[in-house]
């Protein structure tokens, strides 16, 4: 399995809001159509949020998740990874009660706690759909997203030690790095690693080539061979850093999540759509694709039958 690329999707999130795009997945079953379409395009791992169906607003509940995890999981073998970072006003509490009741083979974990700012995600927004979006996105110059070493070490008692869960480790710095290498130390956490370093987040590192080419260097360092490394960036940034990536010998993770858009000025029609054009690249440049089972033997995941969905 040397040499193939995982590509990741990022199906709905929590930063982007309705307004933004009439094709954000909102409602389960959006949700469960989008990430099918975006497995059956080439994704081995669909990462996921849930929303209220009727607002569109980012949503804790399990009830929602329930309505379209096993739809997902009766239609594709792709690893369904579920985010415990949730929406930008949870508590700890409310972002773990999905995760911990569904059981699933991945979940993301953020590697600190940092500024996250996307108060200006909305810039060309003219006509808002509800009433929650602007202030949503506009509260958050004044918002600290929070993942301190107890809440890290916590997550991973409780979903990895306790539910057989592995990690998508999510690095929006360099301290991230060293974070998650100070969990590799004291043994809270067990490779392989997934690190997913994120760029383009304001609050985080920068969307700069140069960055890219320094977190990689940083994590070789830190873990050797020990961790598999995969690459995300916000908005313009997305595909230019997922082929980068690519031709770096790494996996790639796209989605509405991360970008609404396909191209300079148009918006991506669906989730499918972004993994069929990277995969497209990474084909091009005679990478070969992972399938969901190549991901899981990567990855030591503990496989679809044994989560709580």
Known sequence: MAGKVIISCAVTGAIHTPSMSDYLPITPEEIARSSIEAAEAGAAIIHLHARDPETGAPTPDPAVFARFLPVIKQSTDAVVNITTGGGLTMTLDERLAAPLEAKPEMCSLNMGSMNFNISRAGDRVKNWKHAWEKPYLEGTTNFIFRNTFA???????KL?????????FECYDVGHLYNLAHCLDQKIVEPPLFVQTIFGILGGIGADQRNLLFMKETADRLFGDQYVWSVLAAGRHQMAFTTMAGIMGGNVRVGLEDSLYIGRGQLAKSNAEQVAKIRRILEELSLEIATPAEARAILKLKGGDRVGF
């Open 151 to 157: 809440d890290i070490a916590g997550i991973v008692e």
């Open 160 to 168: 990895g030690k306790g539910h057989g869960t592995r990690f998508e």
